[in-house]
Nanobody, 124 residues
Framework: QVQLVESGGGLVQAGGSLRLSCAASGRTFSNYAMGWFRQAPGKEREFVAAISWSGFTTLTRESLKGRFTISRENAKNTVYLQMNNLKPEDTAIYVC?????????????????WGQGTQVTVSS
């Protein structure tokens, strides 16, 4: 049984930073790509970033490049999302997901396990 547990969310002022973590268990973490998605109230879930099994390849939503960085530590079975210069429009529930494959994907259909999410609220 795969479990993904996010942490690190919270309330932050605009311009601030947060680092989200997602701890995985249940199958060999280093065999799978990982991703972050987010969903704001009243909006569709959207892709944020993804990282390959090795960490060598990453994908980031175009509008978030330069502010958000995904990384992973396979020895700790953990994936991270560093978020800098946060804006009120970044307010959402952030969810990590584990891909079926080793290569990162933008589409949610590629992911077969999902966490519960962590709330990020950015005040203006």
């Amino acid at each position: 049984q795969v479990q993904l547990v996010e942490s690190g969310g919270g309330l932050v002022q605009a311009g601030g930073s947060l680092r989200l973590s997602c701890a995985a268990s249940g199958r060999t973490f280093s065999n799978y790509a990982m991703g972050w998605f987010r969903q704001a109230p009243g909006k569709e879930r959207e892709f944020v970033a993804a990282i390959s099994w090795s960490g060598f390849t990453t994908l980031t939503r175009e509008s978030l490049k330069g502010r958000f960085t995904i990384s992973r530590e396979n020895a700790k079975n953990t994936v991270y999302l560093q978020m800098n210069n946060l804006k009120p429009e970044d307010t959402a529930i952030y969810v990590c997901a584990q891909d079926r494959n080793r290569a990162p994907d933008r589409g949610a259909d590629a992911y077969d396990y999902w966490g519960q999410g962590t709330q990020v609220t950015v005040s203006s």
